[in-house]
């Protein structure tokens, strides 16, 4: 690797990441985990950063970005990413946990996500 990407905390200036960090939480409201933070125009409060939901619409977007960004072949939409994090758990985890972390109400509903290699079925 060209850079090798640390911080470390100093003496609590400006310029300390972990003081950046402390003052950027407190300038955020608690944030549910299906909302994205925008940061807010001109500001009134404490807050400089208001809740956005994550909408279908924006989410593609932003994988077709990331996808053209990483110069990626083929398409990709919303569920591309979950699907690709259940391959990659189901040799390690049970169906039930791994529903639990994707949001399925039910185990057997990410069989259809999985595509068993040669291999496995050889096993």
């Known amino acids: 690797r060209k850079y090798n990407n640390k911080i470390w905390r100093t003496d609590g200036g400006e310029r300390d990441p972990h003081r950046a960090f402390i003052e950027y939480v407190g300038h955020r409201d608690n944030v549910p985990k299906n909302f994205n933070l925008s940061p807010v125009d001109s ?17 593609a977007k932003q994988m077709q970005n990331i996808a053209s960004i990483a110069s990626l072949d083929g398409k990709f939409s919303n569920s591309s990413g979950r699907k690709t994090v259940i391959q990659a758990l189901r040799y390690d985890f049970d169906p039930l946990e791994i529903s639990k972390l994707t ?21």
């Open 103 to 123: 949001g399925h109400a039910n185990p057997e509903s990410i069989s259809s996500y999985s595509h068993n290699l040669l291999e496995k079925q050889r096993q």
């Open 43 to 59: 500001p009134k409060s404490n807050a400089w950063y208001k809740m956005i939901p994550i909408v279908r619409n924006t989410l």
